[in-house]
């Protein structure tokens, strides 16, 4: 197996799109010999915990409505070239994903983070719900075989806080700018959304060196 860390953020359309394309490429494969584990990255580490409207955030960042209609622009093609259906109007506030990146470890404990991941972006891209609340996290948990009363207790205190704050910031130490960022054998770096071919190609080659090995 070959070891694939990919560092994300569940509010982050790249990544739910960079997900996609590499689900594609998996798919196509069959038989990949990735073993997968995602790292947090929080696109807005200083927003408050209850999050802020999501218009107020896009134009603050943007720089005005027209920016982040522009900024936004090449993500809905790229969405709507994935086969994404996301719906941008229906997404009201941006969350803190603190919480989120915790649910997400928890998970990774269980051997259940990618199921949960693909709940997150489902949730937020797809469904419009606020995946820094506390009822929301609960409920994704139990909708995927985990424990969503333990894990309601979790949320409400601080356990790995701390962890997460801290894995977040050594990704940005050792050069992590931007994500979706996907580690390949914990050697090379392949930054974003990259789409479904190049995904094959490098399976390919690793089978092959794989093949060749044995």
């Known amino acids: 197996m070959v070891k694939l860390d990919i560092i994300s953020d569940p509010i982050c359309p790249w990544c739910y799109i960079g997900k996609t394309n590499l689900d594609r490429a998996l798919e196509k494969i069959g038989d990949h010999p990735f073993e997968i584990e995602w790292h947090p990255f929080q696109l807005n580490p200083e927003m408050p915990a209850g999050g802020m409207d999501r218009t107020e955030y896009l134009e603050h960042k943007f720089g005005g409505r027209d920016g982040a209609v522009k900024a936004y622009a090449p993500v809905v093609e790229a969405a709507e070239k994935a086969g994404l259906n996301i719906d941008f109007a229906g997404i009201k506030r941006t969350p803190s994903t603190l919480d989120a990146h915790r649910l997400i470890h928890w998970a990774g404990l269980e051997g259940r983070q990618t199921p949960i991941v693909s709940a997150l972006f489902r949730a937020y891209f797809n469904e419009g719900r606020d995946v820094g609340d506390i009822d929301v996290l609960a409920d994704i948990a139990d909708s995927n075989g985990l424990d969503a009363s333990m894990i309601r207790q979790l949320l409400q205190g601080d356990a790995d806080r701390d962890e997460i704050r801290g894995r977040d910031a050594w990704a940005r130490e050792h050069g992590v700018t931007g994500v979706p960022t996907f580690v390949v054998g914990q ?13 094959v190609q490098v399976i390919e080659e ?3 060196q794989s093949a060749a090995s044995d």
Do not use: D, K
């Not at 090379?188 to 995904?199: I, S, Y």
């Open 206 to 208: 690793l089978m092959e």
């Open 187 to 199: 050697r090379h770096a392949v930054p974003g959304a990259q789409p479904p071919e190049l995904w």
